[in-house]
């Protein structure tokens, strides 16, 4: 039922919202072909879900107000904003001959297993009903001490959670790079990392837009929560979102080659245009719904191991981590 598979798109306000020192406006030809390439992928047979921020912008772009630092405030200028961003994308959609469902989804809802259920079961009753849904998390309730944190994480947990086939990350640059190149003449772009939780760069202090919450660090923990469950992550420039094709066809000839004996010939093919993360090779057995809930709930607390378990947790072979230890 799943065509030709299940893809997850997040794009961030950097990537829709220009800010300078007089105002905030939306990148509406920018938008337009992120839309566009959404379009492109449901004909092509894909299952399309869509992860949107923009609330706050949209809402500071309508009241004509610079972002809020007040939380009480952010609150009121999200609920302002997230109607105006629905209906830019039902204006831009339908143009394309696309249907859209709306989903404010909050921490609280993946914390209980049941809801984490339940939100899972709407997602694909939406897919199977052709429509794509449009997700944020809900700004207009959430706390500090009660949210995603950025919608990379939540991008990824969603990922997670209907076992998608890729996940895709828009940023405002072409790729993940060593250091930061704005400051560094010697950062040098990775264009495939093939562990994403032994990566170690340097991206940088301030490296979000601004105007939006994420950066490059919360990409590559989005990428290594979404490669450790076995989704292979692309992180790419949201001005050239056509790009993601590049990332489909790479990962198409690699599934392939991967399948193929030794001896087989299969065609090349160019790395994407951006920075594919490779996902871990997840038995089938532990790809259940519990494990995928668990690694949706947040970390709290420490773990305390004596040196018997520490040595065999890093010994050659990976052990499990006993009680006693």
């Known amino acids: 039922e799943r065509g030709k598979g299940l893809l997850v798109l997040k794009v961030g306000t950097s990537s829709l919202m220009v800010s300078d020192a007089t105002s905030q406006r939306l990148k509406l030809a920018n938008v337009a072909r992120i839309v566009e390439v ?6 092509a047979g894909y299952w ?3 992860i949107t921020s923009g609330a706050v912008g949209m809402g500071c772009i309508k ?7 007040n939380l009480r405030t952010k609150q009121a200028v999200a609920a302002a904003g997230q109607s105006q961003l629905m209906r830019t994308y039902e204006d831009l959609f339908g143009a394309v001959g696309v249907q859209v469902a709306q989903l404010l989804i909050s921490q609280a809802d993946f914390l209980d297993k049941t809801h984490w259920g339940n939100v899972k079961h709407t997602l694909f009753e939406c897919l199977r009903l052709g429509l794509v849904p449009v997700i944020n998390e809900n700004d207009t309730t959430n706390t500090e001490e009660l949210r995603f944190g950025d919608n990379d994480n939540l991008a990824a947990l969603t990922a997670v959670q209907l076992g998608a086939d890729a996940l895709f990350l828009f940023t405002d640059v072409d790729y993940l790079y060593t250091a930061n190149p ?12 093939e562990e994403a939780w032994a990566l170690k760069v340097d991206t940088g202090v301030g490296a979000g837009s601004g105007i939006g919450a994420g950066g490059r660090s919360t990409k590559i923990v989005a990428a290594r929560t979404a ?13 050239a979102p056509e790009r993601v094709h590049g990332f489909l066809r790479y990962l198409r000839v690699a599934q392939r080659r ?4 030794p001896s087989a010939a299969v065609e090349p093919v160019d790395e994407p245009e951006g920075t594919l993360f490779c996902a871990m090779s997840v038995p089938p057995s532990r790809a259940t719904d519990t494990r995928r809930w668990i690694l949706a ?6 773990l305390a191991l004596d040196d018997g378990a520490a040595r065999a947790l ?8 006993l009680p006693k230890g």
């Not at 704005?182 to 990392?193: G, I, K, M």
């Not at 890093?314 to 981590?321: I, N, P, V, Y």
């Open 227 to 239: 490669t450790c469950a076995g989704i292979p992550t692309g992180m790419l420039n949201g001005a």
């Open 314 to 321: 890093c010994g050659a072979k990976s052990q499990s981590l």
């Open 182 to 193: 704005r400051t560094d003449p010697d950062a040098r772009a990775l264009r495939l990392v």
């Open 258 to 261: 991967a399948a193929a004996p």
């Open 63 to 69: 009241l004509g107000i610079s972002k809020p630092t």
């Open 38 to 43: 959404i379009a492109e992928l449901k004909r």
């Open 297 to 302: 709930l947040p970390v709290g607390g420490e």
């Open 48 to 50: 399309v879900v869509f």
